[in-house]
């Protein structure tokens, strides 16, 4: 892989937490992504697909998550988010970070995936950081999570104890496993889902309380994209199990109507799963080229 370097590192908070950092730069970047990984996911199950992204002359940097992957350091770690706030300065410390210290001349976009996805439509939704929102040329929601499939949807007994419990116990940690052949299609990427041991699907019942709490916010319209969006791609598979592609629909329709036509695209994929960047084998191509596309079409001065 000689046409792409690819490096670890580490983000230091102003907390004194450290989350791990992997970035996938090409020989001559036009463009910059940060991104932000799912529920019980991490930075390096996207190995295989950044490259293909990169290739296209993207430089790509994730983190590990406060919570997930290679950031966890013990067992009481996993899932331990903090509140949204917190969630949200850390997000911001990571934009900062990659908008100024690393190529500061090219025009920097933002994406999430699932959970992901949802916290970037958040933060994208927070008068705090309308500054910061303003200064990036796009973000990119991927299979977000502003809604779940009627099989995912909690019953609001469930939820109402589960808010009630994350308010006395916070940090409780609870396991919510999920079936793997629900998220993704490839046999392979199930098998590897299966084998991870950083898939720990671990998180603190105040995690679990503000995920759904930020999911019905964007499905309500609670939360409004702030003046200054420049360019908003979704993209969500019809065949999702997880996470609603109705939801993510409604709410692209609701959110973008200050945008200009050529600045807002919802890409569907007929019969994709979850894991968009990982349905199958002759999809993953597709789908970098569709983002590449999307970015370096926004990137020239």
Same mark, same amino acid.
């Given at each position: 892989?000689?046409?792409?370097? @690819? =490096? ?9 937490? %450290?989350?791990?950092? #992997?970035? /996938? ?6 463009? !910059? ?9 991490? @930075? ?8 293909? $992204?990169?290739? &296209?002359?993207? &430089? @790509?940097?994730? @983190?590990?998550?406060?919570? /997930? ?14 509140? =949204? ?24 976009? %933002? ?8 916290? %970037? ?22 299979? +977000? ?8 949807? +909690? ?5 109402? $104890? ?29 098998? #590897?889902? #299966? ?40 993209? &969500? ?5 997880? =996470?609603?592609?109705?939801?993510? #629909?409604?709410?692209?329709? !609701?959110?973008? =109507? ?5 600045? !807002? ?6 019969? /994709?799963? &979850? $894991? $968009? ?8 191509? %597709? ?15």
């Amino acid at each position: 892989m000689a046409d792409i370097t @690819i =490096t670890e590192g580490e983000l230091k908070l102003a907390d004194g937490t %450290v989350l791990y950092q #992997k970035t /996938w730069s090409p020989a001559a970047p036009k463009a !910059k992504l940060a991104h932000f990984h799912g529920f019980s996911d991490h @930075i390096n199950n996207y190995n295989d697909f950044f490259p293909l $992204l990169a290739r &296209h002359g993207i &430089h @790509i940097s994730g @983190i590990d998550e406060r919570g /997930w992957g290679r950031s966890v350091q013990k067992k009481s770690d996993r899932g331990n988010t903090g509140p =949204t706030s917190l969630i949200l300065a850390d997000m911001a410390a990571f934009i900062e970070s990659q908008k100024n210290d690393v190529f500061p001349e090219l025009p920097l976009f %933002v994406s999430g995936h699932s959970m992901g996805g949802g916290l %970037v439509a958040t933060f994208a939704s927070t008068p705090k950081y309308q500054p910061l929102v303003s200064s990036l040329r796009g973000i990119l929601v991927l299979a +977000p999570l502003m809604g779940l499939t009627p099989e995912q949807t +909690p019953s609001s007994i469930t939820v109402f $104890l589960g808010r009630l419990a994350g308010k006395l116990l916070p940090h409780f940690q609870l396991v919510e496993k999920m079936r793997v052949e629900t998220l993704v299609r490839d046999p392979e990427v199930q098998q #590897k889902l #299966k084998n991870d041991p950083m898939n720990h699907a671990t998180g603190t019942l105040e995690m679990f309380a503000n995920m759904l709490d930020r999911m019905m916010d964007l499905d309500e319209g609670k939360l409004v994209l702030v003046d200054g969006v420049q360019s908003v791609f979704l993209a &969500h598979g019809t065949g999702d199990n997880c =996470t609603s592609y109705d939801a993510s #629909k409604r709410w692209f329709e !609701k959110q973008t =109507t200050r945008l200009p036509e050529s600045e !807002k695209l919802h890409k569907s994929y007929d019969g /994709w799963s &979850h $894991l $968009l960047h990982a349905d199958l084998p002759e999809n993953s191509p %597709v789908f970098a080229d569709d983002l590449a596309a999307w970015i370096l079409g926004r990137s020239s001065a």
